[in-house]
């Protein structure tokens, strides 16, 4: 099936987009969240865009797992959208997981898909030269994970001041 990145810096509209997007599709609607609640101020987030996508949508929670997530849900007349790979990356660091495994495994899953994914990413290689390792260490992690994903998806867009710019 067809499979869409879109990618964007923070606060771009990548996810408001990617949503609006989703909200078109005349099936089922499932949310695939990586992440995770560490804070009152990621609790508020999560349940700000919750509230925000409404009824409509089924939410599942893969902060890992994002192969199995698909596989377990794609199906004719299901939409996921997935959001967002780069909190997947950061949630593989610190579990210490095979990054480039897990990015072969998403890919491979994308490609059985039986329904449309959308996919969420942010842009982190535009701006300054992190000053620390693990920063570059995460920088670089997530722009070869958006290459991988990119390459593999059907249609590529980027987001900038809540427009879309077709890449692919």
Request: glycine fraction near 8%.
């Amino acid at each position: 099936m067809t499979s869409h990145l879109i990618l964007g810096g923070a606060r771009s509209g990548k996810s408001r987009y990617a949503q609006t997007l989703a909200e078109a599709f005349d099936g089922d609607l499932i949310f695939i969240a990586t992440g995770e609640a560490f804070d009152d101020e990621m609790a508020e987030r999560i349940a700000h865009h919750r509230a925000d996508r409404g009824p409509r949508w089924d939410t599942v929670e893969a902060p890992l797992a994002l192969d199995e997530a698909i596989r377990a849900r794609a199906a004719p007349g299901k939409l996921l959208l997935i959001d967002c790979l780069t909190l997947w990356v950061s949630n593989l660091m610190h579990a210490e997981r095979d990054i480039v495994a897990a990015t072969d495994e998403l890919i491979a899953a994308m490609g059985d898909a039986r329904g449309p994914v959308i996919l969420v990413a942010n842009e982190v290689g535009l701006g300054i030269v992190p000053d620390n390792a693990l920063a570059r260490r995460f920088r670089d992690e997530a722009g070869r994970v958006n290459q991988a994903v990119a390459a593999a998806a059907n249609e590529v867009s980027f987001i900038a001041a809540g427009l879309p710019l077709r890449l692919k």
